[in-house]
């Protein structure tokens, strides 16, 4: 029901928006399922790096969100710019962490899976940043429905969203379609966007920047490809299928995040670009590079797939960490991230 000083001024039972709500059948036709992609012609790891760092879905959007008040009235605690920002709830020390993201490309070649990584990568952000999800929002961007090679993408998306968001154990809370979405008959790729807010407990203990000394970890151990990912895209067409998800491993990466959030001193989702790109980004947001022991591996460099996260904490907690797969990479010092200086990756990353 809706108040208004006090008094019932609307109400409408819960059911007819949801369980006895009207449905709009439309007719689907299912995707052929794709050809394998042909083999990635890979350039070394330092050209790689800086290429993907500065491609447009990677380089950093602060000249964008500069330009508007993304301090929220000084309840800002931690800015926009890695995973989530964070609102404190004042007069406590309880705050609020948001995130917003979309698997525009995955969702083209799998929309299932493209559906479901929107949500986790949302979730992932939102954990790295010390926020327990509580719920979604979304906005789906797709053609016209009225087609069924269309309207097999949405329901699709959907579906992968529905099994994540019952895998974290979040609802949907609201969300819109941005439907009939074309130009002279060709479709935008099929893009649900999906927004996460989680609580975090004490806005004091949010991870930040690695320091010197620090022990770097690698948690999670998902499949990866680079079908679909950002350096597919940099040198090739998008092309095969995303890796497949395991959901219960997804929920579980999460919830080792945000419950070991306090004990870590920095935590960044590898999502867009794979591990590679990171770790550049946690070394630029440390001012701080890193010695690391990485495979010479392209797929474990800049796959992508379900959810890994890179992870900095003091060598005194290393130890108390555990429930997830866990893999050391080394230790935080120095001026450089896989042989390339810090300052020279932030340059890339700000298009200089």
């Avoid at 962490?97 to 952000?125: F, M």
């Amino acid at each position: 029901c809706a108040l208004y000083e006090g008094e019932v001024a609307g109400e409408i039972p819960a059911r007819l928006l949801t369980d006895e709500a009207p449905r709009y059948r439309v007719e689907v036709s299912p995707r052929p399922e794709p050809e394998p992609a042909p083999t990635l012609t890979v350039p070394p790891v330092r050209e790689a790096l800086l290429s993907v760092l500065a491609s447009p879905n990677v380089r950093s959007r602060a000249w964008i969100y500069r330009r508007y008040d993304h301090l929220v009235g000084s309840r800002t605690v931690r800015r926009p710019g890695l995973d989530a920002a964070v609102l404190r709830l004042k007069p406590s020390y309880r705050g609020l962490a948001v995130s917003l993201d979309g698997a525009g490309r995955q969702c083209r070649l799998d929309p299932r899976t493209g559906g479901a990584l929107a949500v986790l990568e949302a979730a992932r952000n939102v954990a790295c940043a010390a926020g327990e999800p509580l719920a979604v929002t979304d906005c789906l961007n797709f053609g016209n429905p009225e087609k069924p090679d269309v309207a097999w993408e949405l329901t699709e998306a959907i579906e992968g969203m529905a099994e994540a968001c019952e895998a974290l154990g979040v609802p949907v809370v609201s969300g819109n379609v941005s439907l009939y979405n074309e130009t002279e008959g060709r479709p935008v790729d099929p893009t649900p966007v999906v927004g996460c807010v989680g609580l975090v407990p004490d806005v004091r203990e949010i991870p930040g920047r690695w320091r010197e000394g620090d022990e770097v970890f690698l948690a999670g151990d998902p499949q990866l490809t680079l079908d679909g990912s950002e350096l597919q895209a940099l040198y090739a067409e998008p092309a095969g299928r995303p890796a497949a998800l395991d959901l219960r491993a997804e929920a579980v990466l999460v919830e080792f995040l945000w419950r070991n959030a306090s004990r870590l001193t920095l935590a960044h989702d590898a999502s867009e670009g794979g591990l590679a790109v990171a770790l550049a980004e946690a070394a630029i947001w440390s001012g701080l590079g890193a010695e690391l022991d990485l495979p010479d591996d392209p797929i474990a460099l800049f796959g992508e797939g379900g959810g890994q996260a890179v992870i900095a904490c003091a060598p005194e907690h290393a130890e108390s960490l555990a429930g997830v797969p866990l893999r050391r990479l080394g230790t935080a010092t120095g001026t450089t991230v896989l042989g390339v200086p810090v300052d020279e990756l932030q340059a890339a990353a700000e298009g200089k």
